[in-house]
């Protein structure tokens, strides 16, 4: 069931914020495991996903900032 709220400004930045923090953190984390030769399939497969998911929070705030 999704979840609808109003949030302010300052909370939808701080939402903007924290996701981007986020994806960055996992694309380091990502690339760490890459390059230490520990990237499995399933954990990048694994990554991507978190990352579309993140991606698509991201959009739905800055829609919802334009709105």
Do not use: C, G, W
């Not at 960055?24 to 390059?35: F, G, I, S, T, V």
């Amino acid at each position: 069931m999704p979840y609808s709220a109003d949030y302010t400004v300052d909370q939808e930045q701080l939402i903007l914020s924290l996701v981007k923090h986020q994806r960055k953190q996992l694309q380091e984390d990502r690339e760490a495991l890459r390059k230490a030769d520990h990237l499995t399939d399933r954990k990048a497969e694994s990554i991507q996903a978190e990352l579309d998911d993140l991606s698509k929070l991201e959009n739905k705030n800055r829609e919802k900032r334009l709105k």
